[in-house]
T-cell receptor, first 113, second 114 residues
Framework: GDSVTQMEGPVTLSEEAFLTINCTYT??????LFWYVQYPGEGLQLLLK?????DKGSNKGFEATYRKETTSFHLEKGSVQVSDSAVYFC????????????FGTGTRLQVTL | EAQVTQNPRYLITVTGKKLTVTCSQN?????MSWYRQDPGLGLRQIYY???????DKGDVPEGYKVSRKEKRNFPLILESPSPNQTSLYFC?????????????FGPGTRLTVT
């Protein structure tokens, strides 16, 4: 079945540091890929998405590129802020069923001054 | 404002006492789903619905029931809650499935079963 593997956290960075959160996936078809963010005490918000190979999703300074050859969708940001502290989830949706999102276990990011 | 609402946000109950968590969306979405979030496991799908009167099991449906009598509402029912159902629950909705779109999520319901 489909699965998503994320790097374990927590990830602790100083403000303005470069961020990478690794995400790889296994899927039988051609999935859509997503990054969700969960701020403390809140629900999940869609951060960015990509629906086909080589697509780059971007939002709020975050980027991720759909790499079919390496089955990866790594999240990057050039300069993190304290307000980026949250839990980040990588997820996929299989194109065939479209009935669920399969999530990774989440990576907690803590940004300090 | 487009949103998914859940009630209650927090609930503490005892083993065996039936409870319902409500979910409502105001976006006329066809697809709705319930997930549970547990540490180290991410989010796992409990049930989903592709339209009114159409529901199906997700990955972890045991101990849960759902119904979809109206397009906007998708309640989650625990007939006889047990401590292993202590978790954070999220309702989600999407226009017509998750492929290419993802989903909108509610704020979550933290359930504790003692």
């Amino acid at each position: 079945g489909d699965s998503v593997t994320q790097m374990e956290g927590p990830v602790t960075l100083s403000e303005e540091a470069f961020l990478t959160i690794n995400c790889t996936y296994t899927a039988t078809g051609y999935p859509s890929l997503f990054w969700y963010v969960q701020y403390p005490g809140e629900g999940l918000q869609l951060l960015l998405k990509a629906t086909k190979a080589d697509d780059k999703g971007s939002n709020k300074g975050f980027e991720a590129t759909y790499r079919k050859e390496t089955t990866s969708f790594h999240l990057e940001k050039g300069s993190v802020q304290v307000s980026d502290s949250a839990v980040y989830f990588c997820a996929l949706s299989d194109q065939g069923t479209a009935s669920k999102l399969t999530f990774g276990t989440g990576t907690r990011l803590q940004v300090t001054l | 404002e487009a949103q998914v609402t859940q009630n209650p946000r927090y609930l503490i109950t005892v083993t065996g006492k039936k409870l319902t968590v409500t979910c409502s969306q105001n976006m006329n979405h066809e697809y709705m789903s319930w997930y549970r979030q547990d540490p180290g496991l991410g989010l796992r799908q409990i049930y989903y619905s592709m339209n009114v009167e159409v529901t199906d099991k997700g990955d972890v449906p045991e101990g849960y029931k759902v119904s979809r009598k109206e397009k906007r509402n998708f309640p989650l029912i625990l007939e006889s809650p047990s401590p292993n159902q202590t978790s954070l629950y999220f309702c989600a909705s999407s226009l017509s499935g998750t492929s290419g779109r993802g989903a909108y999520f509610g704020p979550g319901t933290r359930l504790t079963v003692t």
